[in-house]
């Protein structure tokens, strides 16, 4: 499934952590909310969890974050060791995020009707590319 959100394009394949989403009006104490990482427009993850904090780390443990990693060899360029340096995941990497930007998203409410609607479709979807296929199949 594909979602847009402010005009960026991404699809559950984005999503870190699928099993913390807690719906709009279920308990949540510790307020979990969807953080959507993207670059310049380009999503990177979204990531269910309490503070972005938490999201950059999600993420970074994740792999979600590996392009923005900076290599030991790599670290000699920044000046000041911390500058410009941000240090995520449980293994502390350095990570170079200035290009990063984040949206917290609107937490949905559960909705059954919606996932079956949405199952239809990816079956309908489905059902119409085999045919597709199938003809070509034949005629080729």
């Known amino acids: 499934m594909v979602s847009t ?3 960026i394009q991404f699809s559950d394949s984005d999503v870190v952590n699928p099993m913390d ?7 949540n104490s510790y307020n979990t909310r969807p953080f959507l ?3 310049h427009g380009f999503p990177v993850a ?9 999201a950059l780390d999600e993420a970074a443990d994740a792999d979600k974050l590996n392009r923005y990693l900076v290599s030991e060899e790599d670290l000699k360029d920044y000046p000041n060791e911390e500058e410009g340096l941000t240090f995520l995941g449980n293994a502390g990497e350095p990570f170079d995020i200035e290009s990063l930007s984040v949206l ?6 559960f909705s059954f009707c919606a996932l079956m609607e949405a199952h239809h ?5 489905i059902s119409v590319l085999k045919d597709v296929m199938e003809r070509r199949k034949q005629e080729g």
């Open 5 to 7: 959100y402010a005009q």
């Open 21 to 27: 989403f807690i719906p709009e009006g279920e308990f």
């Open 37 to 39: 990482l993207h670059d």
């Open 46 to 54: 979204v990531v269910f969890a309490s503070c972005l904090q938490d």
């Open 104 to 109: 917290e998203l609107p937490n949905p409410r």
């Open 121 to 125: 479709v990816e079956e309908v979807q």
